[in-house]
């Protein structure tokens, strides 16, 4: 496990189709993480691992940026997508 915080990648290094998608652009933009849809859920875990290392600051910062996108903030958010991950292990459906 990682003791401290990673930025996400800046713009450049950003593949390019992940460029145009309003998450992944602020997050690269802003260097702050955001609780997102990912493809895995080792990924998704890294990811809330990575948020909870951010400062009350950036958690703060983070928060007011996922109620823009999501309408809750990044725990909220994170509950619900892991309820959904559940659920989709368990029925079987993508």
């Not at 290094?13 to 895995?40: M, Q, S, Y």
């Not at 859920?41 to 996922?66: C, G, H, V, Y």
Request: proline share 7%; charged share 30%.
């Amino acid at each position: 496990m990682v003791n401290e915080y990673s930025p996400p990648y800046p713009v450049h290094k950003l593949p390019l189709h992940l460029r145009k998608d309003p998450v992944h652009r602020w997050r690269a933009e802003t260097g702050i993480e955001l609780i997102h849809e990912e493809p895995t859920l080792e990924e998704f875990q890294r990811i809330r691992q990575n948020w909870e290392l951010m400062t009350p600051k950036q958690k703060a910062i983070s928060d007011i940026k996922s109620k823009e996108l999501f309408g809750v903030d990044n725990q909220t958010h994170y509950n619900m997508l892991m309820l959904r991950m559940i659920a989709k292990g368990l029925n079987g459906k993508g």
